[in-house]
């Protein structure tokens, strides 16, 4: 039971560039999330989805889209990446509204 | 909305005495979960305890223990005992009723604990 992963751990991109994150998790879980950590700062949700097919807002979705074609797959893409979105980026899941289970995360840095 | 405060930027304790991390919260919801969360230097995001606002006591999970304050909006994690391991990043969190169509989490800024030998 590898819980929630996510692809890859670590990432340097152009501005401008374009990458998608990938986060999985096997415990078969209604909701997924990604939020983003800034230096000195908690976590901001970015987006979030309900159930596969579903996807909405959050706190800061601006630069952002997202895709949950399989429930346990949830995809954070960056269509045209900014220094602004140099973050470390966090996957979570739970069972509807009960408690957060967070990926390793991953780093990401845009120059 | 909702809001987490975490006044204390770092915390210092010496091994094996207990140290209380202070939460504030501000919510109008009437229903609403507080999480505590611990993030080590490695960087993952590790759940510690649950408190639901209408829980009796308060929630208690192994050498942590959340106290409970309701009528000040408080919901400060007690670790006993400190370890090592215990030095870290520690995060308050809040879920609000309004948005369990969802079930958000907003986060507050953290406290760093160091547990010196």
């Known amino acids: 039971n590898a819980g929630v992963t996510q692809t890859p751990k670590f990432r340097v991109l152009k501005t401008g560039q374009s990458m998608t994150l990938l986060c999985a998790q096997d415990m078969n879980h209604e909701y997924m999330y990604w939020y983003r950590q800034d230096p000195g700062m908690g976590l901001r949700l970015i987006h979030y989805s309900v159930g596969e097919g579903t996807t909405a807002k959050g706190e800061v979705p601006d630069g952002y889209n997202v895709s949950r074609l399989k429930k346990q797959n949830f995809l954070l893409g960056l269509e045209s990446a900014a220094p602004s979105q140099t973050s470390v980026y966090f996957c979570a899941s739970s069972y509807l509204a009960e408690t957060q289970y967070f990926g390793p995360g991953t780093r990401l840095l845009v120059l | 909305a909702q809001k987490i405060t975490q006044t204390q930027p770092g915390m210092f304790v010496q091994e094996k005495e207990a140290v209380t991390l202070d939460c504030t919260y501000d919510?109008?919801?009437?229903?609403?979960?507080l999480f505590w969360y611990k993030q080590p230097s490695s960087g993952e995001m590790i759940f510690l305890i649950y408190q639901g606002s209408y829980d009796q006591q308060n929630a208690t999970e192994g050498r942590y223990s959340l106290n409970f304050q309701k009528a000040r909006k408080s919901a400060n994690l007690v670790i006993s005992a400190s370890q090592l391991g215990d030095s870290a990043m520690y995060f308050c969190a809040m879920r609000g009723v309004k948005e369990t169509s969802g079930s958000r989490l907003t986060f507050g800024e953290g406290t760093q604990l160091t547990v010196n030998p």
């Open positions: 919510t109008s919801d009437p229903s609403y979960g």
